[in-house]
């Protein structure tokens, strides 16, 4: 089993920041794309980010394009993921996940996923 962590979640008003982490550990399988998503009360998960873990690919939602950064830290096993100039409609719980058993591209099924952590956006 992998667990996943997330933190760094709050309040903040729009046109701030904010740098959620993910911390994986447990059984330590091979790691091939870590992700992050959000869902919205009453939405669909969505996809915002995830990693390449092996090479550092890195892909964006759209709508995260050029105020998002997702980056690993891999001596640490966490992923995290810079927020930047956020919006009221970034506002959601926002989950981390990893694939382990297999690599399925940045929007493919996921293996673990995290508790969540709440990103409010004032405005």
């Known amino acids: 089993q992998v667990q996943l962590v997330e933190s760094g979640g709050g309040l903040v008003q729009a046109g701030g920041s904010l740098r959620p982490s993910c911390a994986a550990s447990?059984?330590?399988?091979?790691?091939?794309?870590m992700g992050w998503f959000c869902q919205a009360p009453g939405k669909e998960r969505e996809f915002v980010s995830a990693?390449?873990?092996?090479?550092?690919?890195?892909y964006y939602a759209d709508s995260v394009k050029g105020r998002f950064t997702i980056s690993r830290d891999n001596a640490k096993n966490t992923v995290s993921l810079q927020m930047n100039s956020l919006k009221p409609e970034d506002m959601a719980v926002y989950y981390c996940?990893?694939?382990?058993?297999?690599?399925?591209?940045?929007?493919?099924?996921?293996?673990?996923w995290g508790q969540g952590t709440q990103v409010t956006v004032s405005s």
């Open positions: 996940a990893a694939q382990t058993a297999a690599y399925r591209g940045p929007r493919g099924n996921y293996d673990y």
């Open positions: 447990g059984r330590t399988l091979i790691t091939y794309v």
């Open positions: 990693i390449r873990w092996s090479i550092g690919s890195t």
